[in-house]
């Protein structure tokens, strides 16, 4: 049985601790990943953003890059992916939660301080803006090469969406990062690059700078302030 939500203020985030704890073993490196015909290509170091119309294969596109659906020949290792269910494991704590991947109880102990969640108890308690939170921690704990997450600020509320955003953005150089999204605020705040998906393809990829000049139809490409 769920329990209710408890309302818990988070502590503040420490970003520079929580980046060294969670920065890959190796560096960053370009991913292609090839399907069909075609090959796209996501630059090592950066935060791509992937925005298209719903059903333009988004969350496909992130489940070949991580192996979850077969298919796809890409050169990707050491993927972790996030979709818009955390996933986390309903009797647990959330000290536990992390403990099932970092298997090391004194690290689980670090990040959680280093990320502010210190308050957040039992998993079944957690808002779905909360358990996101949990869910992004638990992602970056097992130290990915490539992070692909379906949009992991969704369910969060702006505040917390910022520090997370802002972590991305200073730890974007040690992991190649790709981020399905509508939100505009992602564009402008954290991606390095944005990829236009439709009808399955990327149809245009480059800089968000200038990726931006050329979305003249948000709504259609389903995005919001």
Known sequence: R???????MLKPMDPAALRA????????HDLSVTIGNTTTTFRGGRVTAVVGPNGAGKTTLLRFISGRLQGAHTNAERVIMLSQNPGLPPTATVAQALTMVTKDRQRTKELINA???QELGHVSELSG???????????LAARPAVLVADEPFAAMDVESAARWRHLLRLSAADR??????????????????VAVMEAGEVTSQGPADLSLIHISEPTRLGMIS
């Open 2 to 8: 769920r329990r209710e939500p408890k309302v818990r």
């Open 21 to 28: 704890a969670t920065t890959p073993v190796d560096s960053a």
């Open 115 to 117: 990320a502010g969640l």
């Open 129 to 139: 803006g909360q358990a996101a939170q949990v869910a992004l921690l638990r992602a």
């Open 176 to 193: 190649t990062t790709v981020i399905v999204t509508h939100s505009r605020v992602d564009l402008t705040t954290l991606a390095d690059d």
